[in-house]
């Protein structure tokens, strides 16, 4: 299996420009997480979808970021306008259904705004 | 509510010394619990978890962690360590029948030659 795959690794952009974070889970899963992690604040939950369906978004930092999952193998974190504090490295991770199960980390979308 | 405290944020050894890292958790209900290791630009990887069972978890790389219940912990042991070993830890907690994996705030192994 390929994992989690995440685009882009990496990405640089001015101030006040739009950011779209992209990410396909392990095929089967139907638990997708996105995660932010900083040195301040370590990692932190943005958005839980359960079966497409955004079940918990009280992460999410402001109405800046948006988050959508329109199918099984597809998901996107958005910030617009993006801010310099949005600098950060943000994760998506997938898990079988049910409690206990291990959820699996893509490698990252590194994050920075200048 | 759960929260997972890792005591030490950095913790160095020497390679072949016996490698600690500790985490205790509160969980109002029976945790699950795991250790993720994160290698630098790298996403974060399982190195075990304890669901049921057996208390004693034998992991990758030879790592093992017991669950205590009556001390609330998870500690992550190694009995010798590698200069591969060195990276970043969290010990995390999802309390049985919740989505919500709640990550401790990490510990840096460092290990010297």
């Known amino acids: 299996d390929a994992g989690v795959i995440q685009s882009p690794r990496h990405e640089v952009t001015e101030m006040g420009q739009e950011v779209t974070l992209r990410c396909k889970p392990i095929s089967g899963h139907n638990s997708l997480f996105w995660y932010r992690q900083t040195m301040m604040r370590g990692l932190e939950l943005l958005i839980y979808?359960?079966?497409?369906?955004?079940?918990?978004d009280s992460g999410m930092p402001e109405d800046r970021f948006s988050a959508k999952m329109p199918n099984a193998s597809f998901s996107t974190l958005k910030i617009q306008p993006s801010e310099p504090r949005d600098s950060a490295v943000y994760f998506c991770?997938?898990?079988?259904?049910?409690?206990?199960?291990?959820?699996?980390f893509g490698e990252g979308s590194w994050l920075t705004v200048v | 509510a759960q929260s997972v405290t890792q005591l030490g944020s950095h913790v160095s050894v020497s390679e072949g010394a016996l490698v600690l890292l500790r985490c205790n958790y509160s969980s109002s209900v029976p945790p699950y619990l795991f250790w993720y290791v994160q290698y630098p630009n790298q996403g974060l990887q399982l190195l075990l978890k304890?669901?049921?069972?057996?208390?004693l978890v034998k992991g990758i790389n030879g790592f093992e962690a017991e669950f205590k219940k009556s001390e609330t912990s998870f500690h992550l042991t190694k009995p010798s360590a590698h200069m591969s070993d060195a990276a970043e830890y969290f010990c995390a907690v999802t309390p049985s029948g919740t989505y919500k994996y709640i990550f401790g705030t990490g510990t840096r192994l460092k290990v010297l030659a």
């Open positions: 304890y669901t049921t069972g057996a208390t």
């Open positions: 991770a997938s898990s079988e259904q049910g409690s206990g199960n291990t959820i699996y």
């Open positions: 979808f359960n079966n497409n369906v955004p079940i918990d």
